[in-house]
């Protein structure tokens, strides 16, 4: 059973402000059923752009129910320019904090909120450039990426208890690592160059076994696949797919995405992998 | 509050007559049954008289029971058995709907090169049997499918199963953990090598298994030491849980009928009246071949976690395959498997009853859930939505 504040077991059994607001000023439908939560949230405003009411409704767990409510309370009152600051981690502060694993009920209201102000203004929620990550729950890189900096996320585990990216079959956590990596990315630069000293061949093969051993066979364990070296022939690195990632479509990108990357990293930058049929 | 206990799936009340049983061997008889002396000699007496019942129960042979501490090392021990003793066999078969004891080892052992058959359900959550056959190889060391589901109570075929993989001289093992005490198994007609029980599942603690084992099937152990068991087993024995799993099982066969006639009628009236008071619910799993204690039921446009919680409220106690309260992000694997929509497979909840409960517990829910049901999909943003979809339509 989850660990509930008092305040998200008051805000679930008792939800303040359901409903809708008919002819509402701006209206917000976030998440899917599919996904396991929704959210709809209404609002309506007087002349000074303060939001004077607020209205959910929820498909889903507790927490969602909880969040939901927590949020439209937290907006009474408010204007436009200060509802827009509101953070998931406002929600959740509201309701003493929510489990980790049910993070991402408070960011379904925070997205919620910035949609239907959107909506208010009459700009467009679309952003074409926006990339779908997380193809299971539908979850954008942009969306990835500030769940990250908002929150100061650093593994995949947290990403997905915020934002479920990574909660489903697994196929993108690869790309999720990246972008957590790039938000990092500057800051460790600045810590530590790289020197490099020169490999013989039995050095490197060993830094590769060492290297697929510690840094890559787990990742892949975890999507139910697996991998082993076959060979090393100069900076040609032969290595067969075996379990989930044997039939994976995804293979080739992980291969070059994932394996060639961190045994660049890890080993030495000119290695090339490639797969070979054991 | 009064506690209404529909969870019995999960686990069960330890019956009063099995806690009086195994209440002197935490204190008064606390020797160990290998040792020399009389005074630990009598505990070994006193496991003798328990396996009998239990040997009892499932119309086995006394050599054919091995004591374990639950039902995931009974399971976890047949099918690393299984393999074993067939070297340079590399094929597993079981089904996508196997408690995670199963799952979960079938998946390792996946990454770990052997190849492993997953067998669909249909919409019913009923085994498909052709396509088992065709799955038997020369190549395959090792069938496990479960004998009732956890979830949805269905029965699965399992000693058709066994009979068509013993024509190819495959092992077969079955995970009775939910079957045993509920339905009549009678080692005797059949030609299942391996099966799993419980002791928690049927009114005796947690912490005490079985494995049975066919005479004249190989075995290697899992847990390796001790003599206990013979050799078997390693592990000095659980003696209060052993002597608690014997009463149980001697509880159980008396019971038996019980289950069949009390409890079910119970789950049938709870079933009917929910079905008949809560539009668009639907039961999962076949009603052809089911559990006679458990049901579940899909309300759609709702959420389990909630409808749980609302209804601990109540004291009511049941569980739910939403993902949220998997604590994963997807709804249960077997209603998945089953191919059961998102609609309903979240706003998904099992009952499972036991002889314990009353004529009162069912009327309680069924007096309690309409409006809680109710109450959560004015919440939800499809319920409305799909009424003025169905009425237009």
Redesign the interface.
Known sequence: MWEYTDKVKEHFLNPKNTGEIENPDAVAEVGSIACGDALKLTMKLDENKKIVDAKFKTFGCASAIASASALTEILKGKTIEEAEKITNQDIADYLGGLPPEKMHCSVLGQEALEKAIENYRGVSHKKPEEVIVCACFGVTGGEIERAIRQNHLTSIEEVTNYTKAGGGCGNCHEKIQEIIDRVYETRERQEKPIERPKLSNLQKIRMIEETIENEIRPSLKHDGGDIELVDVVGNRVLVAMRGACATCQASQATMKGFVQAKLQEFVAPELLVEEVAS | MRTIYLDNNATTMVAQEVVEEMLPFLHEYYGNPSSMHTFGGQVAHSILKARQKIASLLGADLDEIIFTSCGTESDNTAIMSGLSSNPGKNHIITSRVEHPAVKVLC?NL??K?YRVTLLPVDSEGRLDMAEYEASLTPDTAVVSIMWANNETGVIFPVEEAARLAHEKGILFHTDAVQAIGKIPVNMKENSIDMLSLSGHKLHAPKGVGVLYVRKGTRFSPFLTGGHQEKGRRGGTENVPGIVALGKACELAAVNMEKENTHVRALRDRLENELLKAIPQSKVNGTREARLPNTVNISFE??????IL??MD?FGICASSG????S?????SHVLRAMGVP??MA?GSIRFSLSVYNTAEDVDAVIKELPPIIEKLR?????WATSQGACATA
């Open positions: 998946e996946a990454h090169g446009f709702i959420e389990g976690e909630s919680l609302l409220q939403s993902a949220c309260t604590g994963s992000l997807q709804p998102y609609t979240h004015v919440l939800s943003p499809y």
